[in-house]
T-cell receptor, first 112, second 113 residues
Framework: QKEVEQDPGPLSVPEGAIVSLNCTYSNSAFQYFMWYRQYSRKGPELLMYTYSSGNKEDGRFTAQVDKSSKYISLFIRDSQPSDSATYLCAMILLRGSYIPTFGRGTSLIVHP | ETGVTQTPRHLVMGMTNKKSLKCEQH?????MYWYKQSAKKPLELMFVYNFKEQTENNSVPSRFSPECPNSSHLFLHLHTLQPEDSALYLCASSQVGGNTEAFFGQGTRLTVV
């Protein structure tokens, strides 16, 4: 079993839809969780990060962490064509290792 | 701009060539990373430097040789590569002990012919 599982998609939605992107992980010691967005032919850019279980909101984006289920989500409200990209989740143990472990990324397509 | 700059952005090289990729971070971070990203594959961690010391080498072939002369600069020296080494090579940096999220450069798109 991989440490971080993420469905590669593609996930295709109409403009304005609510998008839910998810990752599951196997190591309960992960403490720090991040979401990156990567446009085609660009490097990943950090969208959001969180330490704790619960929700964190930033504009149209909400990151959710459920440590008991080892499950993290990124919700995008009112999705736009400009949100079309690959979204990667990442997580860090902190204790013992600071190196992020990445999911394989989910390709999102928002069509007008 | 993310504060991590990679050059060149694109590189085409023959299998017998020697070339180097350069990464510079302007964020004051103390850790730097090389990742390989191939089509339809997850990010592959190649090397990690913490305070200029190499702390990780993920079974990377010796035709890839990293160099970290200081905490702001990271190089990846390439020689006798194979076509399957064609990929996007990403540099990242982070601050160990502080906010630990990694910031990436735009990558070097490498094609080996």
């Amino acid at each position: 079993q991989k440490e971080v599982e993420q469905d590669p998609g593609p996930l295709s939605v109409p403009e304005g839809a609510i998008v839910s992107l998810n990752c599951t992980y196997s190591n309960s010691a992960f403490q720090y969780f991040m979401w990156y967005r990567q446009y085609s032919r660009k490097g990943p850019e950090l969208l959001m990060y969180t330490y704790s279980s619960g929700n964190k909101e930033d504009g149209r984006f909400t990151a959710q962490v459920d440590k008991s289920s080892k499950y993290i989500s990124l919700f995008i409200r009112d999705s736009q064509p400009s949100d079309s990209a690959t979204y990667l989740c990442a997580m860090i143990l902190l204790r013992g290792s600071y190196i992020p472990t990445f999911g394989r990324g989910t390709s999102l397509i928002v069509h007008p | 701009e993310t504060g991590v700059t990679q050059t060149p952005r694109h590189l085409v090289m023959g299998m017998t060539n020697k070339k180097s990729l350069k990464c510079e971070q302007h964020l004051g971070h103390n850790a730097m990373y090389w990742y390989k990203q191939s089509a339809k594959k997850p990010l592959e961690l190649m090397f990690v430097y913490n305070f200029k010391e190499q702390t990780e080498n993920n079974s990377v072939p010796s035709r890839f040789s990293p160099e970290c002369p200081n905490s702001s600069h990271l190089f990846l020296h390439l020689h006798t590569l194979q076509p399957e080494d064609s990929a996007l090579y990403l540099c990242a940096s982070s601050q160990v002990g502080g906010n630990t999220e990694a910031f990436f450069g735009q990558g070097t798109r490498l094609t080996v012919v």
